[in-house]
């Protein structure tokens, strides 16, 4: 079973800063299988990267993803109010199964 | 465009089974393109998988989970189901069903809750 971490469990920024989310895994993964989401309280996560850095339908394009192999990164360009909230990384295996990563908040400093 | 909808009971007792349905539309449950899934949340935790099924009735389960779940679909009312047997505490959570789109969770239902207590 591939397990996910993310880190740090928590990023305290400031609206306009630069956000960077790591989710690093026990072992490699297909880039194609690769995703991120996004939740705030009280919401079903969204879907925001799919594919490891393709973005999702109407996805503002400060959101970014990147990586491969067993180190991924989500960057948030430029920190909107809107962009505080928990983000997840999820892959897909071959038995088919999904693991999520703990997941990452980014809340207002 | 897609919607999913759960429904089913708020409150299930200590041993018993829960049981979900997730209604689809706006499309439909038996395009071969996709999966439907059911993935759960513990009040402030983070997200679980729980088990996929394509419109064939085939069926992926987490390992952890998979003694007490079955997943199943109904083609002719664009539904899929949960069950999960001999529910504890510990299966508290906001349930979610979704459309899976090559390993990827698309759309997501809004969640239930479900609370297990007597």
């Known amino acids: 079973e591939i397990v996910l971490t993310q880190s740090p469990g928590t990023l305290s920024l400031s609206p306009g800063e630069r956000a960077t989310l790591s989710c690093r895994a026990s072992q490699s993964v297909s880039s194609s299988y690769l995703a991120w989401y996004q939740q705030k309280p009280g919401q079903a996560p969204r879907l925001l990267i799919y594919g490891a850095s393709s973005r999702a339908t109407g996805i503002p394009d400060r959101f970014s993803g990147s990586g491969s192999g067993t180190d991924f990164t989500l960057t948030i360009s430029r920190l909107e109010p809107e962009d505080f909230a928990v983000y997840y990384c999820?892959?897909?295996?071959?038995?088919?199964?999904?693991?999520f990563g703990g997941g990452t908040k980014v809340e207002i400093k | 465009q897609l919607q999913l909808q759960e429904s089913g009971p708020g409150l299930v007792k200590p041993s018993e089974t829960l049981s979900l349905t997730c209604t689809v539309s706006?499309?439909?449950?038996?395009?071969?393109?996709?999966?439907w899934g059911w993935i759960r949340q513990p009040p402030g935790k983070g997200l679980e998988w729980i088990g996929s099924?394509?419109?064939?009735?085939?069926?992926y389960y987490n390992p952890s989970l998979k003694s007490r779940v079955t997943i199943s679909v109904d083609t002719s009312k664009n539904q899929f189901s949960l069950k999960l047997s001999s529910v504890t505490a510990a299966d508290t959570a906001v349930y979610y069903c979704?459309?899976?789109?090559?390993?990827?969770?698309?759309?997501w239902g809004q969640g239930t809750l479900v609370t297990v207590s007597s």
């Open positions: 979704q459309q899976l789109v090559r390993g990827v969770c698309k759309n």
């Open positions: 099924i394509y419109y064939s009735g085939s069926t």
């Open positions: 706006g499309g439909s449950i038996s395009s071969s393109s996709y999966y």
């Open positions: 999820q892959q897909y295996g071959s038995s088919p199964e999904l693991t």
